[in-house]
């Protein structure tokens, strides 16, 4: 018996007396904050959603790309609210506690416009 075979597209190793797949997983990448929240949100309330990206193996990848897609917005949009705000690093010198608490009020409004719009989708 030979020690390989191979049936569409996937080959097989024999161990013992029986042929066994061998199959490998797509390169996993690290999933931060907003990759893992989409994930509860999907095995909650989407739950065909994250069958079908579980078993096309694909998973991964969209908590990867969702996780990319949101820390941009939130950068990009605590950026543009400060601006519009008027919050720059001469407050930042003036009143170091006012500063903190606008930037702090605008990541909260940013993180809340990203919840809405990217990850609860």
Known sequence: MKKYIEQNGITYELRGEQYYP???????????KYGRLHLEYLKKHRKGHYTNLLS?????????EIDVEAKTMVEIIITRLATERGIDENLKARDMFSWVAEMNNIKASAEEIVLREVIFV
């Not at 061998?22 to 931060?32: R, S, V, W």
């Not at 096309?56 to 990867?64: F, I, M, V």
């Open 22 to 32: 061998l199959l490998e997983l797509p390169e996993q990448k690290e999933i931060g």
């Open 56 to 64: 096309e193996g694909t998973l991964n990848q969209r908590l990867y």
